[in-house]
């Protein structure tokens, strides 16, 4: 890539330099605008495109909309619906546990394996992509679908399991336990946040741990001085991005249960949950104020971490 | 936007790292290797374990934990193509039709947009560029009900329209926002060498700074190929007709008629299912790293 960009400037000097005395030219003003719009385009049509829906999903919140008959203004009893809605309350804290736990332990090990990847080790290559290949694969039907029969009655897991003499529960129909076979596939696609990570502690100079060695710092304090608060905004980038997509979970919850968000509702998904109301129930105007409402929550959660983060995060401009 | 500029400046040194100087004694390193290798093989079994139940008898599947089949199986490949209402390749070539224009039209319209925004100046452009970056965490589901009634209202529905035409509306701002980094990144001196030798802002666009925006194209396209090869929801909401299913509504189907009796067809469909996205990955993963470290791109 360096090698293009090289190139690039080097035609550039060897194209620049008759140029070099004469005026500058150049488009007028005028024109200069009118083709930054016309390159913009087919983004302005883009943004159309997601601005309208934005406020009419908005409208919608308040509304009956079921996509047959026109939609009435019923004021909030959308939302207060929602909180007397057993199965909303009960997609909220699926999704809240899902979040919650499978956020932390990913990046913790996402972290951990970029700290021991980056210690010099022939074969990281090796490592960075096995460990990331799983996280294009989790999202797919394909994956989901293996995982259901990994942890099946007599799946590997329970096969596994059996050697030391346990009886493994019935993972994917017990609402107990079905939630956790999709938290430790979260888990598995630890790679993407772990790529970041690594990106990351290369970017931290080396003689920052000589100077802290020759110092006679441990190992645990040159990690904690040095490591930890120049990686920090790359800690606060990944636990946003894992928040805001692990929240928006769909198919794994769908694929799991068939769709149903079972057994017992212990899968659903508040996107699930969302789907069914509005394409299967045809609640159109409750499902928006659901989508309102989660967009609210991203949005608590994020400038919640924003707040937070002028106390941990370390930003060295 | 701090949390998006920090994991940028990885870009600024692109190329590689040189591999550090080996750092702790032999038994370390070797100690480092094992678990390593540790974590890999528990992170890659399901895997090799799902291609390899492709090749066993389907009663054979669950009575061996053993990754090699005692009893090789080819037939499942045979008899998972043709268990549903059309040949497997019928979903693949779906998809692939999605995927492709997916791809055309994201490298297109997001490349014209980075260019407007990376190298050009015009009133508004700050402000279209923040706007941009709030669509970033946009969560799409907000959009979903009015746009699933638009397309339904221009009688898109089992059609890939849905699918494919908000791609080339420059919607995934995640491929902007790489591609106005990789091209900030080019030298100013271009555009003006370009412009005195009579090429207009479009001519330079196009013979000037996309050629020499390949590898972000690239990651653009193979970050495409992957989503909309995976992408499940949209077709679920999109396409009834069994006959246009993509490969994961296809497969969704298998389970659903079939799940219970013919594992071994259905794990063959299933690693047909992610072999491309596979060969992909091998194929550009310099492409897809430099993606991830840049963009934060998953």
Known sequence: MSVLTKQASGAAAALAAPARGTPKRGPSRRTNQRSGYLFLLPWFLGMLFTIIPFFASLYLAFTDYNLFTEPNFVGLANFQAMFEDPRLLQSLKVTFIYTFVSVPISLGIALLVALVLNRGLSGLSIYRSVYYLPSLLGGSVAIVMLWRYIFGNDGIVNGFLGWFGIQGPAWVTDPEFALSTLLVLNVWTFGSPMVIFLAGLRQVPTMYYEAASIDGASKWRQFRAITLPLISPIIFFNLIMQLIGSFQTFTQGYVMSGGTGGPADSTLFYNLYLYQKGFTEFEMGYASAMAWLLLMIIAIFTAINFIASKFWVFYDN | ?298
């Open chain 2, 1 to 298: 936007m701090a949390l998006l500029e920090l994991p940028v400046k990885n870009k600024q040194k692109k190329e590689e790292a040189p591999e550090d100087a080996l750092t702790g004694t032999p038994g370390t390193r070797f100690s480092r290797h094992l678990i390593l290798c540790l974590v890999g093989l528990v992170m890659l079994y399901p895997l090799l374990w799902l291609i390899s139940s492709s090749f066993k008898p389907s009663n054979d599947i669950f009575r061996q934990l053993g990754l090699w089949p005692e009893n090789w199986d080819f037939s499942n490949y045979e008899q998972g193509w043709n268990a549903l209402n059309q040949p497997f390749h019928v979903y693949l070539i779906n998809s692939l039709i999605v995927v492709v224009f997916s791809i055309i039209g994201n490298i297109f319209s997001c490349a014209l947009a980075a260019y407007a925004f990376a190298r050009m100046e015009f009133t508004g452009r700050k402000l279209f560029f923040a706007l941009m970056l709030g669509t970033l965490m946009l969560p799409g589901h907000v959009l979903l009900v009015p746009q699933y009634i638009i397309f339904s209202q221009l009688g898109w529905l089992d059609t890939y329209l849905p699918l494919i035409v908000p791609n080339f509306m420059a919607t995934n701002a995640f491929f902007i926002f790489l591609m106005v980094q990789f091209m900030k990144a080019l030298p100013k001196e271009l555009d003006d060498a370009a412009q005195i030798d009579g090429c207009g802002p479009f001519r330079t666009f196009l013979r000037v700074i996309m050629p020499l925006c390949i590898p972000a194209m690239a990651t653009t396209a193979i970050f495409t190929f992957i989503s909309t090869w995976n992408e499940f929801f949209g077709p679920l909401l999109y396409i009834q007709n069994q006959d246009l299913y993509t490969v994961p509504l296809a497969l969704r189907a298998f389970m659903d008629s079939e799940g219970q009796s013919m594992w071994g067809p259905m794990f063959a469909m299933s690693v047909v299912s992610i072999a491309p996205i596979i060969g992909f990955f091998i194929a550009g993963q310099k492409y897809l790293i430099n993606g991830i470290a840049t963009a934060g791109l998953k």
